[in-house]
C-alpha cells in the first residue's frame, strides 16, 4: 500500500526549532519529487518546500526561505523538513507529498499525499 507517514510536529515555542519526518511506503522512492505543505483551516493548502529526487534542486516559498531546510534519504525513503526560528504563523497541519513534478509548487503537481502532522507555535 502506498503511503507517506509524517511525524515530528509538536507545540513550541517561537524561536523553536522542529524537524518533520515523512516515511514513504513507495516502490521507487528515490524517482519522486517530494514535497512539504501546509494548511491552516480554513485556508488554501501552500507549498512549502520541495525536493527533487536526486536533491539537485532544492526549492522554498519566500516564508520559509532562510529559515526551513529541505532533505531526503533515499536509502531509508524518508524526507525531512528541519524547520528553525519558528514563529507563530507557522503554526498549521504540515503535509508531506510525492509527485513526478520537478520543482513543482502546485498541489496539483504532487499525487500522493500524507495526513499530516500539527505544528503549533506560541509567541
Known amino acids: 500500500q502506498v503511503q507517506l507517514v509524517e511525524s515530528g510536529g509538536g507545540l513550541v515555542q517561537a524561536g523553536a526549532s522542529l524537524r518533520l519526518s515523512c516515511a514513504a511506503s513507495?516502490?521507487?522512492?528515490?524517482?519522486?519529487?517530494m514535497g512539504w505543505f501546509r494548511q491552516v483551516p480554513g485556508n488554501e493548502r501552500e507549498f512549502v518546500a520541495g525536493?527533487?529526487?536526486?536533491?539537485?534542486?532544492?526549492h522554498y516559498a519566500d516564508s520559509a526561505e532562510g529559515r526551513f531546510t529541505i532533505s531526503r534519504d533515499n536509502a531509508e525513503n524518508t524526507v525531512y523538513l528541519q524547520m528553525d526560528s519558528l514563529k507563530s504563523e507557522d503554526t498549521a497541519v504540515y503535509y508531506c507529498?510525492?509527485?513526478?513534478?520537478?520543482?513543482?509548487?502546485?498541489?496539483?503537481?504532487?499525487?500522493?499525499w500524507g495526513q499530516g502532522t500539527q505544528v503549533t507555535v506560541s509567541s
Open positions: 525536493i527533487s529526487w536526486n536533491r539537485a534542486n532544492l
Open positions: 507529498a510525492a509527485g513526478v513534478v520537478a520543482g513543482g509548487r502546485r498541489i496539483n503537481d504532487y499525487h500522493i
Open positions: 513507495l516502490r521507487d522512492f528515490s524517482t519522486y519529487a
